[in-house]
């Protein structure tokens, strides 16, 4: 097997196997991928209760939603749904970013169940944001304000990013957005999951396909 050296190849080569893998399990890292985010919104709704400093509630605040953030990205999301979003920089300093798909059939080598929690977990963490941040407008509460908007940032990157990974281009992101818009937002986001990207010619990592 031959591999080539310089450009994201060599960042990434132990993220998977090149010959797709029967679906297996992964309870810990279901377990995960809802742990931060929840801790995240819990100790919002909840830290005046043990605590009256914003300073101290901000940083738990955000060591949790950082670390949903990075779990999310560089690890649930390749184990439960064959997917990841990652950037690199190239030789002439311009930053890339690239939305990959495991190779091969996704129903075989992901489990149905997993992938369900993750995409919906994925998608109702960042409405549970909205809705927040919402409050702490009306409240006029500006420091809140701006903890809820850092929240929806960074689970607004991670769902972008696995939406332009599942779906591969414009095109279908928009399409994608247009449905969860509608009448029918889950059916019509759940029909559309397992759909396989279309390849196409940006640099793809060992076992992944670029989907844009």
């Keep these: 097997m031959q591999v080539m050296m310089g450009g994201p190849d060599d960042v990434a080569l132990h993220f998977s196997d090149d010959l797709p893998q029967p679906a297996?399990?992964?309870?810990?890292?279901?377990?995960?991928?809802?742990?931060?985010?929840?801790?995240?919104?819990?100790?919002?709704?909840?830290c005046s209760w043990f605590s009256n400093s914003f300073i101290s509630s901000f940083v738990s605040i955000l060591i949790f939603l950082s670390l949903d953030f990075w779990t999310v990205k560089n690890i649930t999301g390749r184990l439960l749904v064959g997917l990841r979003w990652w950037n690199y920089v190239d030789d002439?300093?311009?930053?890339?970013?690239?939305?990959?798909?495991?190779k091969g059939d996704e129903t075989a080598i992901t489990d149905t169940?997993?992938?369900q929690v993750f995409w919906l977990a994925l998608?109702?963490?960042?409405?549970?944001?909205?809705?927040?941040?919402?409050?702490?407008?009306?409240?006029?509460?500006?420091?809140?304000?701006?903890?809820?908007?850092?929240?929806?940032?960074?689970?607004?990157?991670?769902?972008y990013g696995y939406l332009r990974c599942k779906v591969g281009g414009t095109e279908g992101f928009s399409s994608v957005v247009s449905n969860l818009m509608g009448r029918q937002v889950i059916s019509n986001m759940f029909s559309s999951l397992w759909k396989?990207?279309?390849?196409?010619?940006?640099?793809?990592?060992?076992?992944?396909?670029?989907?844009?």
């Design 24 to 46: 297996r399990k992964h309870p810990l890292a279901v377990f995960f991928h809802l742990l931060f985010r929840s801790l995240a919104i819990l100790t919002y709704l909840m």
């Design 113 to 115: 169940a997993e992938a």
């Design 92 to 102: 002439e300093g311009k930053s890339h970013w690239v939305f990959e798909s495991r």
């Design 123 to 159: 998608v109702l963490t960042p409405v549970v944001w909205f809705l927040l941040l919402f409050v702490s407008f009306f409240r006029l509460n500006v420091k809140w304000f701006v903890v809820v908007l850092v929240a929806l940032v960074l689970n607004g990157a991670n769902l």
């Design 196 to 212: 396989k990207p279309e390849q196409t010619a940006a640099p793809a990592s060992r076992g992944f396909t670029n989907t844009v």
